[in-house]
Each structure stands twice: as C-alpha cells, then as structure tokens.
C-alpha cells in the first residue's frame, strides 16, 4: 500500500505535495518522491527513507512549479532505496504508482528485448516504460496510457504525467484507489481524501477502469476506451484527523476493515486455481527445497506466535512435514536440537522484533534454512533471512496486530499447499480446491465483518468484566489465545486463552456467574467435544458467547449468544473467527474509554530484549 498525490493549480506545487505526501504517510513511508513541470522540464526528487528526508533533501533547491505528483512508498517490489522510489521515469514519461502488477516480470522481459534499459527492481517502472513505448509511437499521454493498461494485471492507481504535454496529469485506477479533489481552479488526485482535505472538501471518487485527465482548466473523466462519463461529486465532512483513518475511528478498526484488500493484495499473483500451482518464486523456495525438508520449526511472538500454532496445524496436516512451534524467546535460549534439513519459518510483522531476530539467528546457526515471513520489505529479518514471503497488507499502525496476522495465516496456507504440491501428498483436485476456498475468502471476510453491530452488543453487555476466557480446540486454539491476548492488550481486562480440553484440568475452577467464556465452535472433528465443554461452563453458570460457523443448527439452542462466520474449510475459518474476536477486543476496549492504537505500555514493533 502506497500513497500517491498530485497537483495542479495556482499555487507552487512543492509545499502542497509534500504536506500531503505527509498525510498519506500512514499508507507507507520507507522511500518518497515528487516530480514537477519546471520550465518545460520534469524535475524528479527521490529519496529512501521518510517524507522529512525528501523535504529535507529538495531545501534550498531552486524549483517552483504549479503541477506535479507525488508517492510514498511502501515497498512490494524491491527495497526501500533512491533507485526503487517514486516517481518513475522513462522517456518522457514520469509516473508514482499505488498497487501490484502481477505480470510485471514477463512485461518487463518483452520491454527488455525492444531495448528498454531498467534502472530498478519494481514492478512500477515497467508500467513507465511500457506507457513511453507508446508515447514514442506518436501517441499522447492519455492514448498512450489506455493502450498500456490493457497489458497489465494486477492492482493499479496511477498518477502520470509527460514531459511534452505540461500541466498535465492522467489518472487511472484499477483495484487500487483513487480520488480527485476539485478546488478553486486547482485539482488534486489522490490515493486517499487526507491529502488534500485542508484545500478541498469536493472529491471524486474514481472506480475501477475510469481515467482522469486534469489541467489548470479542469477536470475531465473517461471510461478506459475513452468515452467522457459524468460523475458525481461529494462533500467530505470529515476533519482531517478523521480522514487520516479513513473515516474510521481508529487505525485498529480501519486495519481490521480492510483486510479483504490486505488479503487479496496477499494473494493476488500467487497461485492457480486452474493447475492448482502456488507460485514457489513468491516463496523464494524451489521445490527441491520442499522435497528435502524433515522437520520445520516455527519461530515468532505474541500475535505472529499465534499465527505460528495455525501454521503447526496448517502445514502437518496438509503438508505432512513434522513442525515445532517456539516462542522466540525461549528458542533463542533453549539450545534447540535442529536436524538437518530443518526449515525455521520465522513469523513478524515489523520485521525488527529483537527476540524473533535472536531466535532466527540462533536457528541459522544451527545449522536451519530461514524463511521469513514478514511485512516490511527491507527488515531486518527479511533482509537476513534465506527465503522471504512478503505479506501485503500494507502499513499495520495500529498497535493490536488485526490485518497482518490474518495475512500471516494466508502466507501459511499457501506455503502448506506449496509443501505438500512439492511432496506429492496434495493431488492437484485437491490443492485446486484448497486454492479455490482462498480465492473465496476476501468476500467471505467483507460477510464476517457485518457482524459488527451483533458483537458491539455483545461488548455493551461485558465490557465492564474482570476477566474473560478463551476456548477452541485444535487449529482454533491459537485463536483462542488471539482472542485473549487482544482482549488484554487494549481494553486491560485479564483474559486467558486455553484448550478446551483442558477445562476439567483446572480453569473450570474459575467459572462463575460473572465469568463470560467465550468458544470457537467451528464444524471440525472435535464440534461435538467442544458442545460438552459449553454444558460443562453453562452447567456451572458460566455465561458463554459462541463464535460458530454458518449452517450450525445445534449451537443456538445451546447458546444465544451465538455469532455465525460464512462456511469455509477449516483452515481458513481461523481467518473468519479472527474478524469478529478483534471486533470484540476494539468495541470492548472502546466502550472502556482505552487508548486503543496506542495501548499503555506497549509499541508497535519490540526492538529491545
Ligand atoms: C500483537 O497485537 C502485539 N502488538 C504483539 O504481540 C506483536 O504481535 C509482537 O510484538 C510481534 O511483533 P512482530 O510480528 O512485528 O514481530
């Protein structure tokens, strides 16, 4: 996820990038860019690291403009650098881009041999090159664009401009988005309304395949065959605080709302359901590597931990390859005995985590490969690791992890099917299928979070407990644990997680009338073990509230309180259960007037022992 802005207007162009490059930085911040009209040139400003060092960098400079784009990145393809920064230029075409193109490899082999010479390793510059090969046919920017696009697949939201056409810029998304802000007599695009908000509260909102072309006159929108549309324009009440998040609250629920993106922007690219194939290179892994594996051991903490219990689950049950599971920072101290041919997956969002840096260290050497599952390119960990998978879900701000450990769950399943395609104990009929549930499960996410309003009830009726248990069996355990530990960390209500077997091993002890218990109860091989552990609380006056599955008839009865998530297969359900267990942490959390994006005592990333 990356921020794009543009401008064209009466003022000078720099200031009003830059301060809106500022307000999009929540979308990613490892490198930025703008680039200008200026006497008949484009002027191009890049730099790694944060909007500050750019505006640091271009002081002094002497450069005004009136038109111009912009980008923050957040880095997918290639690591946070000057080279791989926004904008982008080729011929005399500039551009910043917000998205993944999938196919950007082979688009770029077939540019290659036509003798385009690449300068960086992301997929964006190929888009840049690709749009200048027609301008240099003779065509202009806005021909030359929608010939381009009909080559991509992928997500795109793009700002560009050409070198012979001044103040100028094109606009185009596609599952990327992408608004215009209308001012007076000056124009904006945007990734997102913050940008721009203090000059504008008119907007545009672009749809997929719609074109804007903006110039000191105005504004004029097209279908991608260039058919004028006309559209509506919006008042945005927001303050630009609000806007920041999206309209939402709180960066938690704004992260937890948009997981249906994070998860497509996960897989998008990544496997075929029609060879039922996930793509090894994604993994950096070959399947040689795969067939050689004996044992693998799964490295992380607290939340990325509990994304590492699901992949225990996930890759012996698909893959069949024994795993392990560790805390990090046990691992790191607890001599491991590491067989040869041993795989430690090492799981974190930041990328930066000391303890997961210590364990990954401690297992490379011992002698085990390293895969990194990670969501910061250019981390540490991901820098240090052998193999790396990128989760996509973009910026995590909040500090309760939601987006990135459902991401985490996804990276998992893809690398289980990929395992067990390479060992030969997964038929294709059967991977398709598996596959084919993934492809399902953004929709299925955006069902499970119109639960909202049902749990927000649910937290009206608890949210002034003392303390909360967990309850799942099996792969729902970990999010049993997911459940508690949310719970704990933003509202401070002590919650456990626990097995549900292991009620009658002693936390059955704690249930009162004033304990609310609250069980995953997915349709698995253990649901009917998991109906008795509800008696077992009710029968001693627990209060339960139920999370089930969609088609669940016997649990009602059982239990009022029950939620449904939509069908899905087992392991996938994990994902589902997550949604409305982080939507009781927040609204819990809300309802107790606790700092929910910067609960007291923690940080988002726990680079120190
Ligand atoms: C999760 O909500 C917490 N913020 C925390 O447990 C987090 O998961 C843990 O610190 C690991 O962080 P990492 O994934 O960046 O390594």
Redesign the pocket.
């Known amino acids: 996820m990356c921020g794009i802005i543009g401008y064209i207007g009466k003022q000078n162009a720099i200031p009003i990038l830059i301060e809106g490059l500022k307000r999009l930085e929540y979308r990613g911040y490892d490198s930025a860019g703008i680039a200008l009209f200026n006497k008949g040139k484009i002027e191009v400003r890049r730099c790694a690291g944060k909007i500050r060092e750019l505006e640091n960098s271009i002081k002094g400079d002497d450069l005004k403009s009136f038109a111009g784009i912009g980008h923050t990145r957040w880095a997918t393809h290639g690591r946070p650098s000057e080279e791989n920064a926004h904008p982008h230029k080729a011929g005399n075409v500039v551009l910043v881009h917000n998205g993944i193109i999938e196919n950007y490899l082979e688009l770029k082999t077939e540019l290659k041999e036509k003798g385009h010479v690449f300068t960086s390793e992301t997929d964006t510059e190929v888009i840049c090159h690709l749009i200048s090969s027609y301008t240099q046919k003779g065509h202009n920017i806005k021909e030359a664009t929608q010939k381009a696009i009909k080559h991509l697949k992928g997500a795109y939201a793009l700002g560009i401009i050409c070198e012979d056409e001044p103040d100028k810029i094109v606009a185009v998304r596609k599952d990327s988005p992408l608004v215009v802000g209308l001012g007076d007599k000056e124009f904006f695009i945007a990734s997102d309304i913050p940008a721009f908000l203090s000059h504008t509260k008119d907007v545009i909102i672009l749809d997929n395949g719609e074109m804007a072309v903006i110039t000191h006159n105005g504004v004029s929108i097209f279908d991608i065959s260039g058919k004028p549309l006309k559209k509506k324009i919006t008042n945005i009440a927001w303050n630009p605080a609000l806007a920041e998040k999206g309209g939402y609250n709180h960066f938690m629920l704004k992260e937890i709302y948009e997981q249906p993106r994070a998860i497509m922007d996960t897989i998008r690219g990544r496997f075929s359901v029609e060879t039922g194939d996930v793509n090894l290179e994604e993994f950096s892994m070959k399947e040689s590597e795969l067939k050689k594996l004996n044992k693998i051991f799964l490295i992380?903490?607290?939340?990325?931990?509990h994304a590492a219990l699901v992949g225990k689950y996930m890759i012996e049950d698909i893959a069949k390859i024994p795993s392990e599971v560790d805390i990090a920072s046990e691992f790191r101290y607890r001599n491991p005995i590491i067989p040869k041919g041993s795989l430690a997956i090492v799981?974190?969002?930041?990328?930066?985590?000391a303890d997961?840096l210590a364990a990954q260290r401690e297992a490379q050497k011992c002698g085990a490969k390293v895969l990194s599952i990670c969501?910061v390119v250019g981390s540490t960990?991901s820098r240090e690791a052998d193999s790396v998978f990128f989760t996509h879900s973009g910026p995590e701000i909040g500090?309760?992890?939601?987006k990135?450990?459902t991401t985490q769950l996804v990276a998992l399943y893809l690398f289980s099917i990929a395992a067990a395609k390479a060992r030969g104990v997964l038929d294709a009929k059967a991977a398709k299928e598996l596959l084919n549930d993934l492809l399902l499960l953004p929709e299925k996410v955006e069902e499970a979070l119109k639960l909202n309003d049902s749990i927000l009830k649910i937290a009206k009726e608890f949210f002034q407990v003392k303390d909360f248990l967990y309850m799942g069996r099996g792969i729902n355990y970990p999010i049993a644990l997911e459940g508690a530990?949310?719970l704990k960390?933003i509202s401070y209500i002590h919650a456990e997680g626990y097995p549900a077997g292991e009620m009658k091993h002693g936390p059955i002890a704690l249930i009162d009338d004033d304990m609310p218990v609250l069980v995953l109860a997915a349709r698995d091989k253990v649901h009917e073990k998991i109906l008795s552990n509800i008696e077992e609380v009710k029968s001693r006056g627990g209060k339960v509230i139920a999370f089930a599955v969609e088609g669940d008839k016997g649990i009602s009865s059982l239990v009022p309180h029950t939620i449904f998530v939509p069908k899905i297969n087992q392991y996938l359900t994990t994902v589902l259960f997550s949604v409305p267990i982080h939507l009781l942490a927040y609204h819990i959390a809300v309802l107790r007037g606790c700092d929910i994006d910067q609960p007291r005592n923690?940080a988002?990333?726990?680079t120190v022992e």
Request: aromatic content about 6%; charged content about 15%.
């Open positions: 992380a903490c607290g939340t990325s931990w799981i974190t969002q930041s990328g930066e985590t997961t969501n960990s500090v309760a992890s939601t990135a450990f530990l949310k960390e923690l988002k990333s726990v």
